[in-house]
């Protein structure tokens, strides 16, 4: 138990649809990543944010953007899906104190398919 | 950016044979962890060992930083070892992410 949780953890979008991903976690954990994991594949860095504003991104296209809000909750975006954007879509977050305050903690995922 | 290699990328043990998996990274790192991906895509957090040894049960890893590699080892496997094993790094000038490994896919049969 991770205390990251994601939703929706399944869902089927087509081609040119938008998406929105949603992630929280414990309180105080302010610093949110999310990562794309295309099949057989490891986890890509899409972007980071810390207190409401990205502090970190990956090689991904505008089109994927986030939020983050004050209770650390956070969104994925992705407009005009293309069939390459299935994929296990991973939010994570960082510890907070102590001697693992750089361990990053994942949820469960959603995983997308695009038809 | 920084390269990161694990070997071997496919493992298929007996239950309870022990075995040792390794990642080999290109650049000073400052954070390392292993994961565990189980069938349903669920990242388990193993280890956080930017250097050093820890032991967890049936688990260890160690990290020898000044020869950029780190060893996780599993004893007396179980199938609810399988799965696929990844380090992922996060090294200096590579901004606030982690650095995925190749992976190993681990089968642990009876």
């Known amino acids: 138990e991770t205390g990251v949780t994601q939703s929706p953890t399944h869902l089927i979008k087509t081609r040119g649809q938008q998406v929105t991903l949603r992630c929280s976690s414990q309180?105080?954990?302010?610093?949110v990543s999310w990562y794309q994991q295309a099949l057989g594949q490891g986890p890509q860095f899409i972007f980071q944010?810390?207190?409401?504003?990205?502090?970190g991104r990956g090689n991904f296209p505008p089109r994927f953007s986030g939020l983050q809000f004050p209770n650390y909750s956070s969104e994925l975006n992705v407009n005009a899906l293309e069939l390459d954007d299935s994929a296990l879509y991973l939010c994570?977050?960082?510890?907070?104190?102590?001697?693992?305050?750089?361990?990053?903690?994942f949820g469960e995922g959603s995983r997308l398919t695009v038809l | 950016g920084i390269q990161v290699e694990q070997s071997p990328p496919d493992l298929i043990l007996q239950e309870g044979a022990n075995s040792t998996l390794r990642c080999n990274f290109s650049?000073?790192?400052?954070?390392l962890q292993w994961f565990h991906q189980n069938p349903w895509g669920q990242l388990i957090n193993l280890f956080y060992?930017?250097?050093g040894t820890k032991q967890n049960g049936r688990l260890s890893a160690t990290t020898v930083a000044t020869e950029r590699y780190s060893l996780l080892y599993i004893s007396s496997s179980q199938t609810t070892d399988s799965g696929v094993y990844f380090c992922?790094?996060?090294?200096?000038?590579?901004?606030?992410?982690?650095?995925f490994g190749t992976g190993t896919q681990l089968k642990v049969e009876l």
């Open positions: 992922a790094v996060e090294y200096r000038g590579g901004g606030n992410k982690l650095t």
């Open positions: 650049d000073s790192v400052n954070n």
């Open positions: 994570a977050t960082r510890g907070t104190g102590g001697a693992n305050t750089g361990e990053l903690f």
């Open positions: 944010y810390y207190r409401e504003e990205e502090n």
């Open positions: 060992i930017p250097s």
């Open positions: 309180s105080g954990h302010n610093t």
